[in-house]
C-alpha cells in the first residue's frame, strides 16, 4: 500500500496572478481546481504532480520550507530562464547565496523563493527542468517520505538526503541541520491521494511517524496531517 503525490500547494493573495506567473515560467497548462477555489497548473512532462495555488490571507514572514530548484542545460538557458521570470514579475532575492555563487536566486511575486541552477550541476543532471524541490528538513523526514511515496532515496550523506519517484520528475531533498526554525503554517504543502482504504493509509502513515492535526476532516474526507518535522500534508480518499 502506498500514497501518490498528486499536488504541490501554494498559498497566495492572488492565486490566479502567481498561477500566470508559474505558466510563464514552467510552460504548464492551466488546470480546474475541482476541490475548492483555488486554480491548479498541470505538469507537461514528467513532474508527476500538479501545483495548486490556493487563497490564503496570511503573510510570508519567513523563507519557505521548500523551494523549486530549475535545471539549465546550459548558460545560455539560465540567462534565459532568469530573464522570462523578471520579465513575468520576480525579483532577485538574498538569502545570503553570496557574490560568488554559480546558481540565481529569485523570488515570485509573493515572495517565494527559487533558484535557477547553473548548467552542468552533476546532481540533478537526469531531472528535468524543475530538478528539485529543495527542502529544509531531517534526515528522518526524508526516510519518512521515502517510506510514505514508495521512493527510493537517491542521495543520504551527512544527514542530507533525496527521494526520486521511480517514474522519473524531480527530486525531493532535505538539507539536514542547522534548521530554519518553523513559525506557523507552511505556505507550501504536498497533497497525498490514498491508494487503497484512506483510514488504512493514515494509519499507515501514522505508524511512519506522521501526525493528524487537531483540523477536522474536510469536505471531501481530506485529512490534514504533519511529517515527523512537523510539516503540514493533506491526505485525500481520492485524487482531489
Not at 51 to 79: C, G, I, W, Y
Not at 162 to 189: D, E, H
Request: aromatic fraction near 8%; include cysteine; proline fraction near 7%.
Amino acid at each position: 500500500m502506498a500514497v501518490q503525490l498528486v499536488a504541490l500547494c501554494i498559498d497566495a493573495h492572488d492565486p490566479f496572478r502567481l498561477a500566470r506567473f508559474w505558466v510563464g515560467v514552467l510552460g504548464w497548462d492551466l488546470a480546474e481546481d475541482h476541490h475548492g477555489d483555488g486554480i491548479a497548473l498541470a505538469p507537461v512532462d514528467d513532474t508527476g504532480f500538479r501545483l495548486r495555488f490556493l487563497p490564503s490571507e496570511a503573510e510570508k514572514v519567513r523563507q519557505n520550507q521548500m523551494h523549486f530548484d530549475l535545471t539549465s542545460l546550459a548558460p545560455e538557458m539560465q540567462e534565459q530562464t532568469v530573464a522570462r521570470a523578471l520579465k513575468l514579475g520576480g525579483r532577485h532575492h538574498d538569502v545570503g547565496q553570496g557574490p560568488d555563487a554559480t546558481h540565481v536566486v529569485l523570488a515570485d511575486p509573493e515572495g517565494n523563493e527559487f533558484c535557477v541552477i547553473e548548467a552542468g550541476n552533476n546532481f540533478l543532471a537526469e531531472c528535468g527542468f524543475i530538478g528539485a524541490l529543495a527542502s529544509d528538513g531531517s534526515q528522518e523526514v526524508g526516510y519518512f517520505w521515502s517510506r510514505a511515496l514508495g521512493w527510493p532515496l537517491v542521495w543520504d550523506q551527512d544527514e542530507e538526503t533525496a527521494i526520486r519517484s521511480p517514474r522519473g520528475g524531480p527530486k525531493i531533498t532535505w538539507g539536514g541541520p542547522p534548521f530554519t526554525a518553523k513559525t506557523g503554517r507552511n505556505r507550501l504543502r504536498f497533497d497525498l491521494a490514498a491508494d487503497g482504504d484512506p483510514a488504512t493509509e493514515l494509519d499507515r502513515l501514522v505508524g511512519l511517524g506522521a501526525a493528524r492535526t487537531d483540523a477536522e476532516p474536510g469536505p471531501y474526507g481530506e485529512v490534514e496531517m504533519t511529517d515527523p518535522d512537523g510539516n503540514e500534508f493533506t491526505l485525500w480518499p481520492g485524487r482531489p
